[in-house]
């Protein structure tokens, strides 16, 4: 972001404006960690801002300060889009495309209001006026921290916006393991923990909320890991009925992912999760190393992320997506094993 980018939105701020700050369809503690700290900043500087999201959000982050102000889109579709409609300003925060929104899409590309684009994943598309897209960032919560120290205004970040700031950066950092994670990143938790973040409360309020049937049905996962050890690779599935089985909510698959690449020789993990009621299988991708998982989900299931961390999509069955999975594995073979 240029020094005239922040500029031009210190003046846009400078006075109170109608402003909707949007996350991605199905957010996750990044997403909804920022939008939430963002509403905050911007409730304080007199702005009528409201987050609407496409759909809910997991258990998990329902604890998060003024999450009971977000409108579920899904639920409300009359109000998301009349406020989408009126607003002067839109955030979009922890997505580059508009298709990341799914029923919200619409409604966006009419809005007449200028766009501010926040976010870290790679190829950003060129809908917003202002865009600050850094694919070397930890999360989309690290960027709003410093975006808000671009506009001077650091003094502002209350505890709950510190709780909402710091909720992101550790989910989507899993935890401070991942490569992203810098030393700028622990300079910004620390500042965080100053603020009044509680570590060990935010720890617990994220991790430590599994139910019986979480459990259960992460049994069921890995008893489906499907290791392919000449590609150094391991897959789990799961079919709608097996979700049915384990009362299955949103977020219950959270994390399982990271299992298969926990295995020692491990470079590339995947779950496949039937979705019967979109008509997809949902693929989470995750790698070690430099194998690029972005491009794997770009090139072959309709998706992308990050380097070592993305997401995908198949309109095929379970079983024919597991095959077809099987079939391009092979062509990486080298890149895996090298």
Known sequence: MTASDIAEIKQLLQTPKKIAIIPHKNPDGDAMGSTLALYQYLIQKNHDAVVVSPNDYPDFLKWLPFENKVINAEKDTESAEKIIKEADLIFTLDFNHLSR??????????????????????????????????????????????????????????????????????????????????????????????????????????????????????GVALNNLVVKKDYHTAYISLSQEELNQHDFKKGDTEGFVNYGLSLKGIKFALIFIENKDEGIIKISLRSIGDFDVNSFARTHFSGGGHTNAAGGKSDLSLTKTILAFEKILPHYKKELTS
């Open 101 to 218: 929104v799914a029923n919200l899409q619409n409604a966006l590309e009419k809005a007449e209001a200028t766009f501010i684009m926040i976010d870290h994943h790679q190829s950003p598309d060129d809908y917003a006026s202002y865009t600050y897209s850094d694919v070397s960032m930890s999360s989309t919560c690290q960027m709003v921290y410093h975006f808000l120290d671009f506009l001077g205004d650091t003094a502002m970040i209350t505890k709950e916006m510190a709780t909402c700031i710091y909720t992101g950066i550790v989910t989507d950092t899993g935890s401070f393991r991942f490569a992203s994670t810098t030393s700028t990143t622990h300079h910004v938790v620390a500042s965080l923990l100053d603020r009044g973040a509680e570590n060990a409360t935010i720890h617990q309020k994220i991790y430590n909320t599994n139910s019986k049937s979480r459990l259960q049905l992460l």
